[in-house]
């Protein structure tokens, strides 16, 4: 059957021509990221004013103000950011309700298509303008999947299940092809970078310690038998390189896919602390599933949240699916109206824009060389919805904490307490994921560098001096009320896993040793300003 190039582009991206098996798939991952978002706005709301507010760490004021001297009129491209409007605490907070609210609404699926857009506006807005503070690619995961979201989700204020409004194929597989890409680019990145660890399988063999923010499971299975640390690098790069392109394939190989690629998401979830990412390469994962499957798995009593209509089961891959040569369900649509013809030619063009962007960056990653347009690459990078990703492309070695110590006679020092990262010895790692603690997150990245390259720690070192309220209130408590400390410092430690008798003996989940002065330890001078006591000396090599 020949088709016109218009019907071949209304069969890809208009949801008269839409995948009427994936409705129950949809619907539970919509619910999903609208928890994801949840999530991630409730996180900012406890954090944000001591990040980014005007006594935070790294004011967004002050970045902001930077955007505009160098950019001009493009900020607004460059940084598209509600806080242009204002970025005072009021404003921070009101726009982190805005978006908590949304993901609220966007869950009880009420008018989904304006939620989720409200949503990635707010979240686009913070991730824009937090500078070291976001950026992270767990942020730009969310960000790809809730713009693709908007292309996804049913139209209507109450649409249900959306069986009048089926998912395009476009933005199924669009998203599908982000969960694919967020496996197989981490897969490949971990070859190119050339790092001997995963080379040589001793990748795992300190993971579960050497991580951002372990857990208490994770303790135990650091413990596991070496070859279990080789089995699962090598079982690692198989998945990521191999077992996830069964997304291609028939039904039977995607079902197989998804049942071996969840298990191994729990388990990272259970064994690390990476914010929400698991949570949504987990929720990806769903679309690798359809209705007539999910209809004989979910128990009886929770069939309410499945479509009732008959469908077909789903045998063809995503790329059989997009077989135009055969009839398909409401081959005959009903005639778009203009505003209906500008709508469906803004889907065309962004979600063709997006496929070439993301396809373009993976290829890119191992041919470099190749001659592609990269001019549509930098047009959609300020909005963080076509992503490159390589997760752990290169395994650090050691793990390495930094504290903040306040004192009022330059000889003894008090830390100020964490609120979740490892610190005090006999404190068991906890499970917090999917809230993001930023600030702790940030500082293990900060440990693997120095304190020229990591400007969040003299800030903090500042606003210690100063007892700033917001700054404060990322720590667990503060150890000077009455008062701020004479002096404040940044010292580096290594911490270790302690070993099942050191735990057994002592009660320990830690041992560490001091390295040294990470950052300057500094005063305030009588005129107000900052001087430097003493100024770090190198640091044993650290990675």
Same mark, same amino acid.
Request: with cysteine.
């Given at each position: 059957?020949?088709?016109?190039?218009?019907?071949?582009?209304?069969?890809?991206?208009?949801?008269?021509?839409?995948?009427?098996?994936?409705?129950?798939?949809?619907?539970?991952?919509?619910?999903?990221?609208?928890?994801?978002?949840?999530?991630?706005?409730?996180?900012?709301?406890?954090?944000?004013r001591?990040?980014?507010?005007?006594?935070?760490?790294?004011?967004?004021?002050?970045?902001?103000?930077?955007?505009?001297?160098?950019?001009?009129?493009?900020?607004?491209?460059?940084?598209?950011?509600?806080?242009w409007?204002?970025?005072?605490?009021?404003?921070?907070?009101?726009?982190?309700?805005?978006?908590?609210?949304?993901?609220?609404?966007?869950?009880?699926?009420?008018?989904?298509?304006?939620t989720?857009?409200?949503?990635?506006i707010?979240?686009?807005?913070?991730?824009?303008?937090?500078?070291?503070?976001?950026?992270?690619?767990?942020?730009?995961?969310?960000?790809?999947?809730?713009?693709?979201?908007?292309?996804?989700?049913?139209?209507?204020?109450?649409?249900?299940?959306?069986?009048?409004?089926?998912?395009?194929?476009?933005?199924?597989?669009?998203?599908?092809?982000?969960?694919?890409?967020?496996?197989?680019?981490?897969?490949?990145?971990?070859?190119?970078?050339?790092?001997?660890?995963?080379?040589?399988?001793?990748?795992?063999?300190?993971?579960?310690?050497?991580?951002?923010?372990?857990?208490?499971?994770?303790?135990?299975?650091?413990?596991?038998?070496?070859?279990?640390?080789?089995?699962?690098?090598?079982?690692t790069?198989?998945?990521?390189?191999?077992?996830?392109?069964?997304?291609? /394939?028939?039904?039977?190989?995607?079902?197989?896919?998804?049942?071996?690629?969840?298990?191994?998401?729990?388990?990272?979830? /259970?064994?690390?602390?990476?914010?929400?990412?698991?949570?949504?390469?987990?929720?990806?994962?769903?679309?690798?599933?359809?209705?007539?499957?999910?209809?004989?798995?979910?128990?009886?009593?929770?069939?309410?949240?499945?479509?009732?209509?008959?469908?077909?089961?789903?045998?063809?891959s995503?790329?059989?699916?997009?077989?135009?040569?055969?009839?398909?369900?409401?081959?005959?649509?009903?005639?778009?109206?203009?505003?209906?013809?500008?709508?469906?030619?803004?889907?065309?063009?962004?979600?063709?824009?997006?496929?070439?962007?993301?396809?373009?960056?993976?290829?890119?990653?191992?041919?470099?060389d190749?001659? /592609?347009?990269?001019?549509?690459?930098?047009?959609?990078?300020?909005?963080?919805?076509?992503?490159?990703?390589?997760?752990?492309?290169?395994?650090?070695?050691?793990?390495?904490?930094?504290?903040?110590?306040?004192?009022?006679?330059?000889?003894?020092?008090?830390?100020?307490?964490?609120?979740?990262?490892?610190?005090? /010895?006999?404190?068991?790692?906890?499970?917090?994921?999917?809230?993001?603690?930023?600030?702790?997150?940030?500082?293990?990245?900060?440990?693997?560098?120095?304190?020229?390259?990591?400007?969040i720690?003299?800030?903090?070192?500042?606003?210690?001096?100063?007892?700033?309220?917001?700054?404060?209130?990322?720590?667990?408590?503060?150890?000077?009320?009455?008062?701020?400390?004479?002096?404040?410092?940044?010292?580096?430690?290594?911490?270790?896993?302690?070993?099942?008798?050191?735990?057994?003996?002592?009660?320990?989940?830690?041992?560490?040793?001091?390295?040294?002065?990470?950052?300057?330890?500094?005063?305030?001078?009588?005129?107000g300003?900052?001087?430097?006591?003493?100024?770090?000396?190198?640091?044993p090599?650290?990675?």
């Open positions: 059957m020949e088709r016109s190039p218009a019907r071949i582009l209304r069969s890809l991206f208009d949801p008269q021509f839409g995948m009427r098996d994936r409705l129950a798939p949809r619907w539970l991952f919509l619910r999903a990221l609208a928890l994801i978002y949840f999530s991630a706005f409730y996180s900012l709301l406890r954090q944000i001591g990040l980014i507010g005007p006594d935070g760490i790294l004011p967004a004021h002050q970045y902001l103000a930077a955007v505009h001297r160098g950019l001009g009129p493009l900020r607004f491209w460059y940084a598209p950011s509600l806080y409007i204002s970025s005072s605490d009021k404003a921070l907070m009101v726009f982190c309700w805005i978006g908590l609210i949304a993901s609220i609404a966007a869950l009880i699926n009420l008018w989904p298509r304006l989720f857009f409200v949503g990635f707010c979240y686009l807005s913070f991730v824009a303008a937090a500078g070291d503070f976001s950026g992270y690619q767990s942020d730009g995961m969310l960000l790809e999947a809730g713009f693709l979201a908007l292309f996804f989700s049913p139209s209507g204020l109450l649409p249900g299940f959306g069986a009048q409004s089926p998912p395009s194929r476009a933005s199924y597989f669009l998203l599908q092809w982000e969960w694919f890409r967020i496996y197989f680019e981490s897969g490949i990145v971990k070859f190119l970078s050339g790092d001997q660890q995963w080379r040589q399988l001793t990748a795992m063999d300190e993971y579960y310690q050497n991580g951002p923010l372990p857990t208490w499971i994770g303790w135990y299975a650091q413990h596991l038998p070496h070859w279990f640390h080789v089995g699962s690098a090598g079982a790069l198989v998945m990521e390189c191999a077992i996830v392109w069964m997304m291609f /394939l028939p039904r039977r190989a995607r079902l197989i896919c998804f049942f071996i690629v969840t298990p191994w998401e729990i388990g990272v979830i /259970l064994t690390a602390n990476y914010t929400f990412l698991n949570y949504l390469v987990l929720t990806l994962g769903v679309l690798l599933l359809d209705d007539g499957y999910l209809r004989r798995i979910i128990p009886e009593d929770l069939r309410w949240i499945l479509p009732e209509m008959p469908v077909q089961e789903q045998t063809r995503p790329i059989t699916a997009l077989n135009l040569s055969e009839p398909q369900p409401g081959d005959e649509p009903a005639k778009l109206t203009h505003l209906q013809s500008i709508k469906f030619a803004i889907t065309v063009v962004a979600l063709t824009l997006i496929a070439y962007v993301a396809t373009a960056q993976l290829i890119l990653m191992p041919f470099s190749l001659p /592609l347009p990269t001019s549509p690459i930098r047009l959609l990078d300020p909005f963080r919805i076509a992503n490159r990703y390589g997760l752990f492309a290169v395994m650090t070695r050691g793990r390495y904490e930094i504290e903040f110590q306040g004192s009022n006679d330059g000889q003894n020092w008090t830390p100020y307490l964490f609120r979740y990262k490892p610190q005090a /010895l006999n404190q068991r790692p906890g499970i917090y994921a999917p809230y993001q603690p930023r600030f702790d997150w940030n500082l293990w990245f900060c440990s693997l560098g120095d304190w020229q390259q990591n400007e720690v003299p800030r903090t070192e500042e606003q210690l001096l100063a007892n700033s309220y917001d700054a404060l209130h990322l720590f667990a408590s503060n150890p000077f009320p009455a008062a701020p400390p004479k002096y404040v410092r940044a010292v580096l430690w290594q911490y270790w896993f302690t070993s099942m008798k050191d735990k057994h003996d002592s009660g320990n989940w830690w041992k560490r040793q001091l390295l040294g002065l990470y950052a300057p330890e500094i005063t305030l001078q009588p005129d300003s900052i001087g430097v006591i003493e100024w770090p000396q190198p640091l090599p650290h990675d």
